[in-house]
């Protein structure tokens, strides 16, 4: 037993917010699993520090490049190729678990974040190209995400709906996802193997939020925001018409615990493992987090203790003058930003 599979007999996944040809080859994915990881997310920032740190790719963009391909294609080639392998060693699991864990995530485009007819057309033709039941796709969650997860849902794919920062928009998510398990189920086709993740950003909340607030209040509103989310997750998932979808095979999402690395020295490095460890849950971890958690963490569910603590944190933050769901809206921003300026860098040395 490790430390990964007490958390797990807790109900919760801990995935690997990290993929590379390296991470794979070398073995080191495999032994991960071993231990307890039993998923791996991905994204563009993660692509580009791949791409330009591991020399595994080397002979592989120099072979492309004599190709008549576009930069977003030779991406994709060795984006998909990373995914399936990642897939195929995770596939154990995926099994074991009749399609619950072992999933592996490759997102779309951030330049279609606000394209939800393109989001779809994207995330079906990724899917298609990793050709793995156990391949997630990532959307982000705007407007047209939210629309494109209805639609990617009720055509039968797995998706991780990411850059999320609020309890408002996670219920949007909800609503939008029980709307296309809805459409699938009345169709009569199997809803019992989709599995969605809504996955709520930690850190960068306390990092905007901190230098701002009183000392007593500095890195507790994300973790706040987290248990109250968690409340909210248990009351939409406890209504009756999921209920009703639910006797016919459908899945709860599942909150997906994001940026869970501090930002801030200062705390604890497993502070964001530690605190937020519950039932239908997933925490996504970088290696270093990873590493720091197998090392020193501790394994208790901590997700469901200090609930009333935690809503006077969100209430004194509050008083304070913050607006969280504005903070939200630009903190999803800033997060799409990002991870287009990491898509521009990864694509200019492929051109």
């Known amino acids: 037993m490790t430390i990964l599979s007490d958390v797990k007999a807790l109900g919760q ?15 080191e994915l495999a032994e991960m699993a071993k231990q307890g990881v039993c998923g791996v ?9 791949a791409f330009a740190g591991d020399a595994l790719y080397a002979d592989e963009v120099a072979e492309l490049k004599k190709q008549d391909l576009s930069p977003k294609q030779r991406y ?31 997102e779309v485009s951030p330049e279609l974040a606000k394209d939800a007819a393109g989001t779809v057309a994207e995330a079906k033709r990724l899917h298609a190209a990793i050709g793995r039941k156990n391949a997630m796709i990532k959307v982000p969650a705007t407007d047209a995400g939210l629309e494109a997860l209805e639609q990617l849902v009720s055509d039968g794919l797995s998706i991780n709906l990411t850059l999320l920062f609020s309890r408002a928009q996670t219920l949007k998510a909800y609503a939008a996802y029980q709307r296309g398990i809805a459409k699938r189920a009345a169709a009569g ?6 599995q969605v993740v809504a996955s709520f950003f930690i850190s960068r909340v306390d990092a905007a939020l901190d230098t701002t607030l009183p000392e007593h209040l500095q890195g507790k509103t994300a973790v706040a925001l987290a248990k109250a989310a968690y409340q909210d997750w248990e009351q ?14 459908a899945n709860c999402v599942q909150l997906l615990w994001a940026s869970t690395g501090v930002k801030n020295p200062a705390y604890p490095d497993t502070l964001y493992v530690d605190s937020l460890i519950g039932a239908n849950t997933v925490n996504t971890v970088p290696d270093a987090t990873l590493k720091a958690f197998i090392d020193h963490g501790t394994a208790k569910a901590t997700l469901t ?3 009333d603590q935690a809503l006077a944190v969100l209430t004194e933050v ?8 504005a903070l939200a ?8 930003k990002q991870f287009e300026e990491a898509f521009e860098k990864l694509l200019a040395p492929l051109a």
């Open 13 to 27: 996944q801990i995935w690997l917010d990290n993929l590379s040809r390296s991470l794979v080859q070398s073995g």
């Open 41 to 49: 997310t991905s994204n563009p920032a993660i692509f580009q520090k």
């Open 76 to 106: 994709e080639t060795m984006a998909v190729a990373d995914v399936q392998v990642a897939c195929d060693v995770l596939s154990a699991e995926y099994e074991s678990t009749g399609s619950k864990t072992g999933f592996v995530s490759l």
């Open 189 to 194: 086709l199997p809803v019992d193997k989709i």
């Open 236 to 249: 939409f998932f406890g209504n009756a018409e999921f209920a009703g979808l639910e006797a016919q095979g």
């Open 305 to 307: 203790e200090n609930t």
């Open 318 to 325: 509050e008083k304070l003058g913050v607006d969280l769901e």
């Open 329 to 336: 809206t630009r903190l999803q921003e800033d997060g799409l």
